[in-house]
């Protein structure tokens, strides 16, 4: 072969070579195409991490077939680790599913058997808003109705009766035109359109805000509340931010609490329960509250972010210098601000942990004995860990109200 004749045999094999490696490929997925599934990660041993196990996860597992999209609020409840359920409300359509412990009923689907993945509560209208408790569970319907299923040790179905479990929604009677529902571990709250609190359950360390300590099977008002915007429960305390008002008084929102208050948690500078609400110290301009079972947080107007209560953990991020990493901190009676969380979006509190949405990343601290904090140990932090990297499609956290479990979606 001549050079010439090699040269143009060479020059059409390059051609066929850019021709070959210029194939297109597929284009990847638009982000807002992406739909990844809701996180968990903790404590699992009763099914409550959802990923189709009964095993603990100390780093974040994929809820099964729930994707983050499709859910408008997860809520998680439980006194503990061996009893951990959790509920999802869907973003449309106003379903629920629910997974985890089910030996009091619930997870409302008719049965009292765990659950490894989410499955629909049924005989329910649309919902928008829910709220898992100890060993029940409230929802909220379009209409203002509240319905209820689960332990009824102490009443706290609201239902007239008490001992009797339900493992099925029943209606609550009594309370028209409810805007938002909280559980706790032994009592349910629902604060009303004209701004009025309603509670009922256990009253025994004064969480039903009426002046007595005695249960009630029915829904009674809070007494002494001015108007509130919003409630929280802990495991046995309750909060409410009030409403702002006109004049003077507008955009002072103030929080109220009652119920128990062994570690602060009333937030009034003392260690004593009380069974009508009490001032929260020193805070002004409220946002949004947030309880856990022992300690609370509250989001300022402004970004600042205050904490008290249970701190033994670093729950509060304290940074007392007197206190070392091997060594339990100090309970706090009164609200103390906490510089590392202000400016967050969204945040919740646990059992003895706190987890946030911040700066497109999950944070977590405090206790971690199942795992909760996700960081891939069981080794408590009285600092943030940044656990996994938020994108576009993470909205929320949520964790465990005396359990030990971490949810994101």
Same mark, same amino acid.
């Given at each position: 072969m001549s050079p010439t004749a090699r040269r143009t045999a060479l020059v059409r094999l390059l051609a066929v070579a850019t021709a070959i490696v210029a194939i297109p490929t597929a284009a990847p997925a638009a982000a807002d195409e992406i739909q990844p599934t809701v996180t968990s990660w903790g404590a699992g041993i009763v099914g409550q991490l959802g990923n189709g196990t009964m095993t603990d996860s100390a780093t974040p597992t994929a809820v099964t077939d729930l994707l983050r999209g499709d859910v408008k609020k997860i809520s998680a409840g439980g006194t503990s680790s061996e009893n951990g359920f959790a509920l999802a409300l869907a973003s449309s359509g106003g379903t629920v599913r629910s997974w985890g412990h089910n030996a009091s009923?619930? @997870?409302?689907?008719?049965?009292?058997?765990?659950?490894?993945? =989410?499955?629909?509560? =049924?005989?329910? $209208? =649309? !919902?928008?808003?829910?709220?898992a408790g100890g060993e029940h569970a409230v929802a909220l319907d379009e209409h203002g109705q509240v319905w209820s299923w689960g332990d009824n040790s102490y009443g706290q179905l609201g239902n007239g009766r008490n001992g009797d479990n339900r493992s099925v929604p029943a209606r609550v009677q009594g309370m028209p035109g409810v805007t938002q529902v909280a559980s706790g571990c032994d009592f349910s709250l629902a604060l009303l359109t004209n701004g009025k609190v309603y509670a009922w359950g256990r009253g025994i360390y004064g969480q039903l805000g009426n002046g007595s300590r005695d249960s009630s099977t029915v829904p009674r008002q809070v007494t002494g509340l001015p108007k509130v915007s919003s409630i929280a429960a802990g495991c046995h305390h309750a909060l409410a931010v009030t409403a702002s008002e006109d004049g003077d008084d507008a955009g002072k929102n103030v929080v109220k609490s009652w119920g128990y208050n062994i570690y602060g948690q009333l937030g009034n500078s003392s260690t004593a329960s009380s069974a009508t609400p009490v001032d929260v110290d020193w805070l002004e301009g409220v946002s949004t509250v947030h309880a856990g079972a022992w300690h609370n947080y509250a989001v300022m107007n402004g970004g600042a972010v205050w904490g008290w209560g249970h701190n033994q953990y670093g729950q509060l991020l304290d940074e007392d210098e007197t206190f070392d990493g091997e060594t339990y901190r100090t309970n706090?009676?009164? $609200? !103390?601000? !906490? $510089?590392? @969380?202000?400016? @967050?979006?969204?945040l919740a509190a646990g059992a003895f942990h706190g987890v946030a949405l911040k700066d497109d990343y999950v944070y977590t601290w405090g206790q971690n004995a199942d795992g909760q904090l996700g960081d891939g140990s069981t080794t408590d932090s009285h600092t943030m860990k940044r656990v996994l990297h938020s994108d576009s499609s993470t909205t929320d956290v949520t964790a465990s109200l005396g359990g030990n479990t971490t949810y994101t979606h």
């Amino acid at each position: 072969m001549s050079p010439t004749a090699r040269r143009t045999a060479l020059v059409r094999l390059l051609a066929v070579a850019t021709a070959i490696v210029a194939i297109p490929t597929a284009a990847p997925a638009a982000a807002d195409e992406i739909q990844p599934t809701v996180t968990s990660w903790g404590a699992g041993i009763v099914g409550q991490l959802g990923n189709g196990t009964m095993t603990d996860s100390a780093t974040p597992t994929a809820v099964t077939d729930l994707l983050r999209g499709d859910v408008k609020k997860i809520s998680a409840g439980g006194t503990s680790s061996e009893n951990g359920f959790a509920l999802a409300l869907a973003s449309s359509g106003g379903t629920v599913r629910s997974w985890g412990h089910n030996a009091s009923g619930q @997870l409302g689907n008719s049965t009292h058997a765990a659950q490894k993945v =989410p499955v629909k509560v =049924p005989n329910l $209208p =649309p !919902i928008k808003d829910v709220a898992a408790g100890g060993e029940h569970a409230v929802a909220l319907d379009e209409h203002g109705q509240v319905w209820s299923w689960g332990d009824n040790s102490y009443g706290q179905l609201g239902n007239g009766r008490n001992g009797d479990n339900r493992s099925v929604p029943a209606r609550v009677q009594g309370m028209p035109g409810v805007t938002q529902v909280a559980s706790g571990c032994d009592f349910s709250l629902a604060l009303l359109t004209n701004g009025k609190v309603y509670a009922w359950g256990r009253g025994i360390y004064g969480q039903l805000g009426n002046g007595s300590r005695d249960s009630s099977t029915v829904p009674r008002q809070v007494t002494g509340l001015p108007k509130v915007s919003s409630i929280a429960a802990g495991c046995h305390h309750a909060l409410a931010v009030t409403a702002s008002e006109d004049g003077d008084d507008a955009g002072k929102n103030v929080v109220k609490s009652w119920g128990y208050n062994i570690y602060g948690q009333l937030g009034n500078s003392s260690t004593a329960s009380s069974a009508t609400p009490v001032d929260v110290d020193w805070l002004e301009g409220v946002s949004t509250v947030h309880a856990g079972a022992w300690h609370n947080y509250a989001v300022m107007n402004g970004g600042a972010v205050w904490g008290w209560g249970h701190n033994q953990y670093g729950q509060l991020l304290d940074e007392d210098e007197t206190f070392d990493g091997e060594t339990y901190r100090t309970n706090r009676t009164a $609200p !103390i601000e !906490i $510089p590392e @969380l202000r400016n @967050l979006t969204k945040l919740a509190a646990g059992a003895f942990h706190g987890v946030a949405l911040k700066d497109d990343y999950v944070y977590t601290w405090g206790q971690n004995a199942d795992g909760q904090l996700g960081d891939g140990s069981t080794t408590d932090s009285h600092t943030m860990k940044r656990v996994l990297h938020s994108d576009s499609s993470t909205t929320d956290v949520t964790a465990s109200l005396g359990g030990n479990t971490t949810y994101t979606h």
